[in-house]
């Protein structure tokens, strides 16, 4: 089953050096065989909303929602079941600082 981990951290900060990201290149290498995708994600000052309400389209700059911690990035994961998930979530070098939330992919039906 798949599962998404959300990152969620606190922005802000220079971009990490290599040694910083030393922990999380040690994560995926440990976990690869269940890592699908995975990406960092630039910060919420980058970001572009979208939402379309009767017809009008709203287009701002910036996150939804002002929050504590933003969504920095994720991981996709190929994992047996909910608690295999969760335990290599909590390797995610984020988990020391930040949040990760663990999410079930849900299967929709696919076309014909």
């Not at 990490?16 to 999380?24: D, G, L, R, V, Y």
């Not at 939804?64 to 335990?87: N, P, S, V």
């Amino acid at each position: 089953m798949q599962y998404l981990a959300l990152i969620y951290g606190a922005e802000g900060g220079p971009p990490p050096t290599k040694a910083e990201m030393q922990p999380w290149f040690d994560f995926g290498k440990k976990h690869g065989e269940v890592i699908l995708a995975g990406e960092a994600l630039l910060p919420t000052s980058t970001a572009t909303s979208i939402r379309v309400r009767d017809g009008q389209e709203l287009i701002t700059d910036g996150p939804f929602a002002e929050t504590q911690e933003a969504l920095g990035g994720f991981y996709l994961l190929e994992a047996r079941d909910l608690d295999h998930a969760i335990a290599i979530a909590k390797e995610i070098p984020a988990a020391l600082y930040g949040t990760v939330e663990v999410r079930p992919i849900m299967a929709l039906p696919q076309p014909e």
